[in-house]
């Protein structure tokens, strides 16, 4: 059964940090690039940030450019999502995606996907 497990969210004030984290399980990890998405309430899904699968190249939408930074431990099946400098704007509801091998320019055609993690920031 493939799994995206999708954790670390929670309260945090303005100008805080939190760190995501996506562990999966029920495919090959390796050959899949993993994405973070977003939605907030009454708005659309929007992607975050991608980190591929074979080169480890990474991928952010400009407003989480200089803020946020996505890896993977490939050993552990894990991708985190470090967020920096966070803003109101960012309450969201984080969703961890998997696509073979390479980060969608359209951010679309995700094969699988997990629940979300809810990341609110206070001002």
């Known amino acids: 059964e493939v799994q995206l497990q999708a954790s670390g969210g929670g309260l945090v004030q303005a100008d805080g940090s939190l760190r995501l984290s996506c562990v999966a399980s029920g495919f090959t990890f390796d050959d899949y690039a993993i994405a973070w998405f977003r939605q907030a309430p009454g708005k659309e899904r929007e992607g975050v940030s991608c980190?591929?699968?074979?080169?480890?190249?990474?991928y952010y939408r400009n407003s989480a450019k200089g803020r946020f930074t996505i890896s993977r431990d490939d050993a552990k099946n894990t991708v985190y999502l470090q967020m920096n400098s966070l803003k109101p704007g960012d309450t969201a509801v984080y969703y961890c995606?998997?696509?073979?091998?390479?980060?969608?320019?359209?951010?679309?055609?995700?094969?699988?996907w997990g629940r979300g993690t809810q990341v609110t920031v206070s001002s």
């Open positions: 995606a998997a696509e073979r091998w390479l980060c969608p320019s359209s951010w679309s055609g995700f094969d699988f």
């Open positions: 980190i591929a699968s074979s080169d480890h190249k990474t």
